[in-house]
């Protein structure tokens, strides 16, 4: 009388530029790849167990499968490009009691 449900998702983000560049930074081809993020596929999945009678469940997940670290902001500046990752592969297990 338990159930197990598994879910999974992907997401598609086309590539696009993460910082506004000067016409100068855009001309040097060196500035514009730092500022560029290209296309990137990021995967979730999930696997949950309810008892019986719903008063128990555990549930596990994991985020970022593929542990895709893209660019999420860029800052371009005359002497380079900081840029901050997206977070890495995380995971976790939910415990729930329902009473």
Known sequence: GSSLSATGD???MSGYDAAPLTTEQ???ALRSAEARVNSKVV???????????GMYSVGGYV???????YKTAVTV?????NA???DPRT???????AY
Do not use: C, E, H, K
């Not at 995971?91 to 009691?97: D, K, S």
């Open 10 to 12: 992907a997401r598609f």
């Open 43 to 53: 995967a979730d999945f999930n696997l949950n167990w309810q008892s019986p009678a």
């Open 84 to 86: 901050t990752p997206y």
């Open 91 to 97: 995971f976790g297990v939910i415990m729930r009691l």
């Open 77 to 81: 500046n005359d002497t380079g490009a």
């Open 63 to 69: 985020r970022n499968i593929t542990d895709n670290r």
């Open 26 to 28: 855009a001309a040097s």
